[in-house]
Nanobody, 115 residues
Framework: QVRLVESGGGLVQAGGSLRLSCVVSGITFSSNAIGWYRQAPGNQREWIADITSGGITNYDDSKKGRFTISRDNTKNTAYLQLNNLKPDDTAVYYC?????????WGQGTQVSVSS
């Protein structure tokens, strides 16, 4: 069974930082790309970044420079470092992967940024 579990969200003031984690089980983690997305209330889910099995990263241009995606294959974990957070970054953050021809999401972790 494929499972993705996000953690690390919370309430921070503008300008603060958080590191989100996504622990993945049920797949060969080192062989799979992982993506991070977010969804704010009333908005569609939007792509933030992804990282290939080989560690190549891709970012949405609007997030590049403040957000950093990484992975630790020894821990079956992907990370998203969020720096210089802004109130507009308030959203539920999700990780995502494709395995067996199906997309799999975690349950999400809430990030709230106060001004």
């Amino acid at each position: 069974q494929v499972r993705l579990v996000e953690s690390g969200g919370g309430l921070v003031q503008a300008g603060g930082s958080l590191r989100l984690s996504c622990v993945v089980s049920g797949i060969t983690f080192s062989s799979n790309a992982i993506g991070w997305y977010r969804q704010a209330p009333g908005n569609q889910r939007e792509w933030i970044a992804d990282i290939t099995s080989g560690g190549i990263t891709n970012y949405d241009d609007s997030k590049k420079g403040r957000f950093t995606i990484s992975r630790d294959n020894t821990k079956n974990t992907a990370y998203l470092q969020l720096n210089n957070l802004k109130p507009d970054d308030t959203a539920v953050y999700y990780c995502f992967t494709v395995w067996g021809g199906l997309g799999h999401w975690g349950q999400g972790t809430q990030v709230s940024v106060s001004s």
